[in-house]
Nanobody
Framework: QVQLDESGGGSVQAGGSLRLSCAASGRTFSSYTMGWFRQAPGKEREFVATITWSVGSTYYADSVKGRFTVSRDNAKNTMYLQMTSLKPEDTAVYYC?????????????????WGRGTQVTVSS
């Protein structure tokens, strides 16, 4: 099995920054993709960003493009999400996920493993 542990959430004022981390442990795979999703109260889980682990190709939701950066540290099996210029509408629980394959995915159904989530709250 795979365990994903998110950290780095918190409360920040609009315009501020946060960096989320997602540490992966357990079973390893030769080819996989990792992603960030978020879910606000009363809303469906939505795609934020994704990165292919071997090549490091990235893809972002339009709502965060230019403000968020996803990266990974292969040696630490850790993925990061650097969030800048945060807005109140970014408030949500942020989840990291892992899916098999070498392409990036925006559909949560393509991901096999999920973390428990970390809360991000942005006040105006």
């Amino acid at each position: 099995q795979v365990q994903l542990d998110e950290s780095g959430g918190g409360s920040v004022q609009a315009g501020g920054s946060l960096r989320l981390s997602c540490a992966a442990s357990g079973r390893t795979f030769s080819s996989y993709t990792m992603g960030w999703f978020r879910q606000a109260p009363g809303k469906e889980r939505e795609f934020v960003a994704t990165i292919t682990w071997s090549v490091g190709s990235t893809y972002y939701a339009d709502s965060v493009k230019g403000r968020f950066t996803v990266s990974r540290d292969n040696a630490k099996n850790t993925m990061y999400l650097q969030m800048t210029s945060l807005k109140p509408e970014d408030t949500a629980v942020y989840y990291c996920a892992m899916g098999m394959g070498s392409s990036y995915y925006t559909n949560p159904s393509r991901y096999n493993y999920w973390g428990r989530g970390t809360q991000v709250t942005v006040s105006s």
